[in-house]
């Protein structure tokens, strides 16, 4: 079965370009969550959906920050303009109801 | 008070050990607890779900006392598999369903 498909693997782009973060949840699951790993603040929610609806967004940390979910098997996150202190690793998960969620492989971003 | 606090150690032990690791939570209103397992730069991967009466699975043992808020990670007979970093998993209550991440405890297997 496939997993949860993040992309791009790896992004570096200079600050002040658009970055964009893709996510294809398993399929059936009704909840993606996107969270960002850093080493000094570990692993942090960003913002979820249920049903493609954003609930919960408090952890986008600035405007900068936008995500969307047009459909169940699609979500991204954006960033623009980026800055070097978004640099990170971002995981995209889903999971179906409330079983425990399930990680795609994340985005390393660097912001130059 | 952080809402979930680890040791980050590293912990060092010997293969064959037993290692056990705390974590603390903050929101009395959790009411799922896990621990995930992430292998360096890696996703993190559900190890164990926890449960109020204590569960098992294979060699590693949780438990949860919510009295006092903290949740265990017991290991036994350790591997060199084993090594990676353990990361304590609350959600955040009242009806949300979000997860709260601890920054997670290191462990190191030694040979």
């Known amino acids: 079965d496939a997993g949860v498909i993040q992309s791009p693997r790896h992004e570096v782009t200079e600050m002040g370009q658009e970055v964009t973060l893709r996510c294809k949840p398993i399929?059936?699951?009704?909840?993606l969550f996107w969270y960002r790993q850093t080493m000094m603040r570990g692993l942090e929610l960003l913002i979820y959906?249920?049903?493609?609806?954003?609930?919960?967004d408090s952890g986008m940390p600035e405007d900068r920050f936008s995500a969307k979910m047009p459909n169940a098997s699609f979500s991204t996150l954006k960033i623009q303009p980026s800055e070097p202190r978004d640099s990170a690793v971002y995981f995209c998960a889903s999971s179906f109801s409330h079983q425990p969620q399930h990680f795609g492989d994340g985005t390393r971003l660097s912001i130059l | 008070r952080k809402e979930v606090e680890q040791d980050p150690g590293p912990f060092n032990v010997p293969e064959g050990a037993t290692v056990a690791f705390n974590c603390t939570y903050s929101n009395s209103a959790s009411q799922s607890f896990f621990w995930y397992r992430q292998d360096c730069r890696k996703e993190p991967k559900l190890l164990m779900s926890v449960y109020s009466s204590g569960n098992e699975d294979g060699r590693f043992t949780a438990q949860l006392n919510r009295a006092s808020q903290y949740i265990s990670l017991l290991i036994r007979d350790s591997k060199l598999s084993d090594s990676a970093t353990y990361l304590c998993v609350v959600n955040k209550g009242g009806g949300a369903d979000g997860l709260t991440f601890g920054k997670g405890t290191h462990l190191i297997i030694q040979p």
């Open positions: 399929s059936g699951h009704d909840y």
């Open positions: 959906f249920n049903n493609n609806v954003p609930i919960d």
